[in-house]
């Protein structure tokens, strides 16, 4: 990892430690955010992704370890903290029964802009966020989509440097998860950093300059998304078998060779480069008699491959 | 951040939002009104009371009780807030939680005082006489202004302690039963003797009887001052409590 100097980074924590009762939600999280970037942290239900965002938004007390958040502390300068972030969680934080254009001017209000420059900020946040038609109706008649895009405008109405997002899309549709990450690749141009918290491999290969791996509270894999593809086979030959017996037996031949092994859906993967010419030797190596091996199919390794083996047990 | 703005703009926020919640308002309007008939009409004729005719008796009675249902409606807000991730959002702008609370209660407090308007004025059409003059009215209302506001803080710590708002609805049952074995509807010496004890020394009591004393132009006694007590000291227990709640809440 690249040295920087304090100013560059716009998160780092050491050693962030949280139990609930018994369960050990998070132990010992070392991350570090450079500045203007777009930070995922990826990871299965339960890993601890939303206690990391509540502590980071100092909403919730860490029991062990620091963070600093665009270079205050979460525990001895949360108000300042709180001046420099958005946080916008996976349930939208908005009332139902207000307008979009009234939730907004309320927030704006609340960071302590004056009436008019209120009511104006509310309107261009509308505007950037394409719900300028739907900031006179009531927020409880909006669809998913217009809920998160106008949650997260209302974590902006005061110009954050961090902008924490807990899981942007999840219970989107494909469609408006696209919108979303336009959304978030435009807060980037504007210099903010972006935390984001996701469960999709999809998402953080889309968006995000660094990836960390979370499981069981602590950090299994942290880089860029390609570099984190890399620690896994980068090709693979999946072969569908026939039958069962020709599955077994396969299978005991192969021994160490075999990467994936599926006894349900009769596939067994090994390591290839890719080429044609690689893949034909393979098949022939394998299932000489041209009877065994009803379908193959090469596969690219894909976060996927790198969050399930990293989360495997 | 000013803190001060926080207050007025979580205030209109809360009155923006019962506004919207027309069922609810209604509830906490035309129940009262709907008690106070089915008093006056169905029960009043097998009631004596001191007062000559029952409606004089029992209208700062459903007054009371409309206080009740009102403040009951800030626990239902006040528990929306803590269950649905907006607490999260105001706090993450270090937006301080007592104002969001006081929005809460101001809303309630306005609420509650358009409420007892309407019960006064189906009260006066149906023979409410009230013979209070200008200071009478004034301490009237005073005294039924902090009721209300004690119980609308009530009503936030049951909301700050429920699991949902449903279960924060259900904890101010309180409220609205205790006017029932006080003065409120019928004199507690009406009352079986074991329960004098209870609800002579209720807050109801002073409250309504101070209210029908200033109202009626009685001699209301010491009861403005012990309603003022019990307002006073509930607020001093409630206030600290909510605080302790919305911290424990937040942990």
Redesign the interface.
Known sequence: MHRAPEAEWAIRTRGLSKAYGSVQVLAGLDLQVRRGSVFALLGPNGAGKTTTV?IL????RADAGQATVAGHDVLTA??QV??A???T???????E??TGL?NLR??A????LPRAASRDRAQELLERFALTDAGHR?VSTYSGGMRRRLDIA??LVSDPEVVFLDEPTTGLDPRSRRTMWETVGSLTQAGVTVFLTTQYLEEADQLADRVAVLDGGRVRAQGTPEELKKTVTAQRLDLTMAGRAAYTQLAGRLGGRVLHQSPEELVLGVATDGSAAHVRALLDELDPTREQVARFAVHNATLDDVFLELTHE | ??DL??YP??A??SI??TR??LDAVLTALVLPVMLMLVFVYFFGGAIETSTGKYVTYVAPGVLILCAGYGASMTATTVSNDMT???I????????SPTAVLTGHVAASVARNAVATSAVLAVAFAIGFRPQAGPAGWLAASGILLLYITTLSWLGAAAGLLAKTPEAAGGFTFAMLFLPYPSSAFVPIDTMPDWLHGFSDNQPVTPVIESLRGLLLDQPAGNSPWLALAWCLGLLAVTLPVCGALFRRR??
């Open positions: 509540r938004a100092t909403l919730t949360r108000s709180r001046r972030i958005s946080l969680g996976q349930y939208a934080a908005l009332d029964e207000q009234e309320m927030m209000r609340l960071r302590g009531r209302a974590g | 951040m000013s703005t926080a703009v979580l209109g926020r923006r939002l919207r919640n649905n991730g907006i999260d959002r105001f706090r993450s702008m270090d937006t937040i942990g």
